[in-house]
């Protein structure tokens, strides 16, 4: 398990600086919610989920939403390492002409389910899947990411509701829970703590952990997983744009990409030398 | 004469044994929608969300992204409205597979008012990329409708009234998706209508005709996409068309005919609806009166636009 965590790990700084070189070359996109949820995402595309990116439609894959859209760098990074397109096309990020749209697109990126991006509808969504899935007697489980900012949205205690009625114990949210939003600290915005209290209160299995250990978030998406009855949700505590000093805990960050001065810093920082 | 909604509630279950892909949601209502039919047979496959929109329009989609049929239902002011953007970014956008009907469209909602009164929903529907919009005349076309709906792959609204109206196809009637019917054969003008306002139209054709004055009727089930080769027709044959619809004059019918015409064979034009404004409460047939929403209206357009043709 040791080897696992560190391989993940090891897997995570990668796809960081896949996102920093990305959004570098794109001069276009979110820095900050991308690197503050790629250790989630690392942890679902190679590690948890079943998928299978020579099938992407494949019917027994688990199904994943990134309801917090605007982190799409960090989808993409992790279906490009995947092997679900190739890696050049992130260079095309936010292009005319390109796969890759700003927010994901389920019509045009191999591997993207449902499009998200205008936040608090993907749990909708993921619940929905949830749903079917279960109506179908599979087994497959539902992941979907979540910003904190984005909880400010009515639609996705809506779903929180319906989720917990409908016992929905194959979905699981992963909150990231980063503390900012474009404006500033979430608490100053609107505050939405406690997210955990507020997901229990709606009938939901929680699990805090810290969103950047690797050995905490398998462990509690094997909690998940095992918790029958409920839904869960995986409340991770995080930092915007971990992983380069420039960044972290910054909202400025929110939708500002790294610039040429800022690129090799940033890289240095992640431990990157090419 | 039979309701549009009781016409869905009795398709869906009817079509709920034949396809168990499809899945019905509503949002409290569903005694009112007539979803609850479907729900009695088909208990497993019925979600009630409670009196939350925007959840059931996202949690249709996620549905549909799992290989299901949805059909959800709640009246037209909720669905178009406060769902409207969960339609346009997680059903229109990615094309999803849901069947968005909406009841109690229109004035005749009665008493409940203008809060509950949808006078727009069809142009808000109109105007999002990838949306089917359809709008039945009657109990048979609604069926038709309904099954066409379940058809066809990819997202579609259709709007249904509460009251009985009157019918006007008969047993059978064949609907499909984009095809307009010509219900009542004329050559001084045309009535391109839709929903309750064919039959309204082919009372007015009817007496009309004792006055000398041929009008056709020409029903678009389908407002979405609009059928562009009979509305041309229509404005080539008899030079004069009065659209009419239980709905804004503003982007509905008489709008998508209007800019379609426009831009091919400018024609006169009157547009038969409600004038840009909201909905009052009434009895329902009250409030067709005060919109004039009636086959006297229809009289009166059609004698007018014929004269000045001349």
């Given at each position: 398990m040791k080897e696992k965590i560190a391989d993940l790990e090891e897997k995570a700084r990668r796809l960081r600086v896949a996102i920093v070189k990305t959004l570098h070359k794109s001069q276009s996109g979110h820095t900050g919610g991308s690197l503050s949820a790629i250790d989630m995402v690392c942890a679902l595309y190679f590690h948890k989920m079943r998928h299978n990116p020579a099938d992407p439609a494949w019917e027994g894959r688990d199904r994943f939403v990134l309801?917090?859209?605007?982190?799409a760098p960090a989808l993409y990074v992790a279906l490009a390492e995947c092997g679900?397109?190739?890696?050049?096309?992130?260079?095309?990020?936010?292009?005319?002409?390109?796969?890759?749209?700003g927010h994901p697109d389920s019509k045009g990126t191999?591997?993207?389910d449902v499009c998200t991006g205008s936040l608090g509808q993907g749990l909708s969504m993921a619940n929905g899947m949830a749903l079917g899935l279960k109506l179908d007697g599979k087994e497959n489980r539902v992941y979907a990411v979540l910003g904190d900012g984005e909880l400010q949205e009515g639609q996705v205690w809506e779903a929180a509701m319906a989720a917990a009625h409908y016992k929905s114990d194959n979905l699981c949210a992963l909150i990231d829970s980063n503390g900012l939003q474009i404006d500033g600290d979430v608490s100053k915005v609107m505050n939405v703590s406690s997210i955990s209290d507020k997901f229990r209160a709606f009938g939901w299995n929680v699990i805090d952990i810290d969103g950047h250990d690797m050995g905490q978030i398998i462990a509690a998406l094997d909690q998940a997983e095992a918790h029958k009855g409920a839904p869960t949700a995986i409340v991770a505590k995080t930092v915007k744009g971990k992983g380069v000093h420039l960044f972290e805990n910054k909202a400025s960050y929110h939708g500002v990409t790294p610039n040429d001065d800022e690129l090799p810093e940033a890289l240095r920082c992640l431990g990157c030398c090419d | 004469m039979i309701a549009t909604r009781d016409a869905y509630g009795e398709a869906l279950a009817e079509l709920g044994g034949e396809n168990d892909k499809i899945v019905a949601l509503d949002a409290d209502l569903s005694g009112s929608t007539k979803t609850a039919v479907f729900a009695k047979k088909f208990p497993n496959r019925f979600f009630n969300m409670g009196i939350a929109e925007a959840n059931m329009v996202g949690t249709a989609a996620g549905l549909a992204a799992v290989g299901k049929i949805p059909f959800l239902s709640t009246f037209a002011i909720f669905a178009a409205g406060r769902g409207w953007e969960q339609i346009r970014q997680s059903v229109a956008y990615p094309k999803a597979n849901v069947k968005i009907v909406a009841?109690?469209?229109?004035?005749?909602?009665?008493?409940?008012?203008g809060s509950h009164q949808s006078v727009e929903d069809v142009a808000i529907m109109r105007a999002i990329p990838n949306m089917t919009v359809i709008v039945p005349a009657d109990g048979e076309e609604t069926k038709g409708a309904i099954r066409a709906a379940a058809a066809y792959k990819g997202p579609v609204y259709v709007r249904l009234g509460r009251n009985k109206v009157p019918s006007v196809f008969p047993a059978g009637h064949k609907f499909e998706i984009g095809k307009g019917v010509v219900v009542v054969p004329g050559t001084d003008l045309t009535f391109i209508t839709t929903g309750l306002m064919t039959a309204a139209a082919v009372t007015a054709a009817e007496k009309l005709k004792a006055e000398g004055i041929s009008a056709r009727v020409l029903h678009i089930?389908?407002?979405?996409?609009?059928d562009k080769e009979l509305v041309l027709q229509a404005a080539q044959e008899t030079g004069a068309i009065v659209t009419a619809e239980e709905?804004?004059?503003?982007?509905?019918l008489g709008g998508a005919v209007a800019e379609f015409l426009g831009e091919t064979c400018p024609t006169l034009m009157k547009r038969v609806g409600i004038h840009d404004r909201f909905g009052t409460s009434g009895k329902s047939d009250e409030l067709l009166k005060y919109f004039g929403l009636n086959a006297e209206t229809l009289i009166e357009e059609a004698r007018e636009i014929v004269s000045r043709k001349k």
């Open positions: 309801s917090k859209g605007h982190a679900y397109f190739p890696a050049e096309d992130l260079m095309m990020l936010r292009r005319l002409g390109s796969h890759l749209q191999p591997g993207v | 009841t109690h469209g229109g004035v005749t909602v009665g008493e409940d008012g089930g389908t407002v979405k996409p609009l709905h804004s004059v503003v982007g509905g």
